[in-house]
Every structure is written in C-alpha cells, then in structure tokens.
C-alpha cells in the first residue's frame, strides 16, 4: 500500500505564529492529497485538499503546497490561533481510490 | 443531506463476546472504507468495500474480524471474541466513484472489558 509520512508528531506555537506540518507519500501515481482536522474526541474533518495538477492552494489562514516531483505536500497554518488547536492527518491515495493516512501531528497553539 | 452515519457510538463488551459496528455511508456513495484509531494515535486502514465486495482487507487481522457492505443495508464490521486490545474508535468513511473526498463518520467507540 502507499507509505505515508508525516512530520513533527508534535508540534507548539506562540498564537499568532505559522505552523507548518509535512507529509512524504511513495506512490507516484497518487493525485489528490486532503488534509484532516480531528478535535478530541471527534471525527476527522477536511480542512483542505490539493490536487496534482496545481502547486499550491490557498483557502484563508490555511494553504497546501505539492511537490509531486519530491512527492511531498505540506499544510500550512498562518496566524495560528488556539482554535486551531487539534491533531491534523494528511492522507494520499493508493491505486485511485484506497486512503492512507499519516500518523498525525498534534498542533497547540499557546495563547 | 445525512453524512456518513455510524451507530452504535459508544459500545461496550466483555472480553470473548462480539461486536457489530455499522455504518451508512454519504447517500448516493458506493465506496466504504473502515478505519481503527487507538487512543492518541493515528487512523489505520482497516478495510475498503464496494457494494457486495471487498476490494482491499489488507489492514484488518485475519481472524476475528470481518467486514461486508451488502447490496441493501449498512456496511458491518463484526469482531468476534473481543479482546481488550480491540478497544478502540472505529471510525467508517465513504466516497463516490470518482474517489474524491472522503467523508467520516462519528465514530464507533468500543470498550473492552
């Protein structure tokens, strides 16, 4: 299946600060790529995706860069504020339609 | 416009009974996809369904599970003989044909004891 990889696992910053989590995908063949956000004790929920034709995109605080040639695609959070606060999974696609996701980062965002 | 619904939320089984998870996927989406997420860890691929068949059981252990996504009906993903190792959210997801976008559920909350 697809190995994905995502760093840090953890991660803390001041509010107001960026954030910024990556993830590294093998299948070369994977074209779209969500990121999902999971409060505590809630489901994942998309927050934003990207797809492989575009190398970047932008939805207010939040944005996605793809690098297909690395094959690796970042999330990242601008003005970070403790809402934000959550444990945040990229995924990619294997063979078009099965999901693996990576192992998580917990974000928290300090007041 | 009901999402990925998932019942029941919270479970709780002594150790050798069974338990049924189950799961109605976004209306109209054909493709299911099961999930287990152990506390503060990460979602793990369990299982991936089309209507009346499997098409990926690649991440679920091979005995005492098993998942079907029948013709009519919810998607069911059975543990026989629980152990408490096997507590954990279970979490179903669906998306459409084209594989876009995939929809979770609230979760299915299993407590062994």
């Known amino acids: 299946g697809e190995n994905v990889e995502q760093h840090p696992s953890t991660l803390s910053v001041q509010e107001g600060d960026s954030a910024v989590i990556k993830c590294t995908y093998s299948?070369?063949?994977?074209?779209?790529f969500p990121w999902y956000k999971q409060e505590l004790g809630k489901r994942p929920q998309l927050i934003i995706d990207?797809?492989?034709?575009?190398g970047e995109k932008k939805d207010q605080r939040i944005a996605v860069t793809l690098n297909k040639t690395a094959k690796h695609f970042s999330l990242h959070i601008t003005e970070t504020q403790p809402e934000d606060s959550a444990v945040y999974f990229c995924?990619?696609?294997?063979?078009?339609?099965?999901?693996?996701f990576g192992t998580g980062t917990s974000l928290t965002v300090i007041p | 416009n009901a999402g990925v619904m998932q019942n029941p939320r919270h479970l709780v089984r002594r150790r050798g009974q069974e338990a049924r998870l189950r799961c109605s996927p976004v209306?109209?989406?054909?493709?299911v996809y099961w999930y287990r997420q152990l506390p503060e860890e990460g979602l793990k691929f369990m299982v991936y369904l089309q209507k009346e068949n499997i098409i990926d059981e690649s991440g679920m252990p091979k005995e005492r599970f098993s998942a079907e996504f029948p013709k009519e009906g919810p998607s069911i993903l059975r543990i026989q003989q629980v152990v408490r190792g096997d507590s954990a959210a279970y979490f179903c997801?669906?998306?459409?044909?084209?594989?876009?976008?995939?929809?979770f559920g609230e979760g299915s909350w299993l407590t062994v004891v």
């Open positions: 997801a669906s998306t459409d044909s084209s594989g876009n976008t995939i929809y």
């Open positions: 995924a990619a696609p294997y063979t078009g339609n099965q999901f693996y």
């Open positions: 299948d070369s063949a994977s074209n779209y």
């Open positions: 990207i797809r492989s034709n575009v």
């Open positions: 209306k109209g989406h054909s493709h």
